[in-house]
């Protein structure tokens, strides 16, 4: 079964960090580009960062860029989003998505979803 999971999520300060992670299972995660996105309520599903297949590649959502870094471990079947400096404003559901192919932002080109991590900004 294809599956992602992930995890670290929770309740921060601003100006705190978080780490998600995104476990595969059921398929082998070099085969595909990772991308993290968000979803506040009421929101769209927003592109926050993504990267190639091999980690040589990656593209950061202009609010996020400088304050977080995605990286991977195909050794290890999971992707990472380290979060720095939060901001309310970064307070949402955080998915990983799994595409066939190159890395983009566009999440209707993702095949595979999480069930999500909420994160949660607040002093």
């Known amino acids: 079964q294809f599956l992602l999971v992930e995890s670290g999520g929770g309740l921060v300060q601003p100006g705190g960090s978080l780490r998600l992670s995104c476990a595969a299972s059921g398929f082998t995660l070099d085969y595909y580009a990772i991308g993290w996105f968000r979803q506040a309520p009421g929101g769209e599903r927003e592109g926050v960062a993504c990267?190639?297949?091999?980690?040589?590649?990656?593209n950061y959502a202009e609010t996020v860029k400088g304050r977080f870094t995605i990286s991977r471990d195909n050794a290890k079947n999971t992707v990472y989003l380290q979060m720095n400096s939060l901001k309310p404003e970064d307070s949402a559901v955080y998915y990983c998505?799994?595409?066939?192919?190159?890395?983009?932002?566009?999440?209707?080109?993702?095949?595979?979803w999480g069930q999500g991590a909420q994160v949660t900004v607040s002093s």
């Open positions: 990267i190639g297949r091999r980690g040589d590649s990656t």
């Open positions: 998505g799994a595409v066939w192919g190159m890395a983009t932002m566009k999440a209707n080109l993702y095949d595979h």
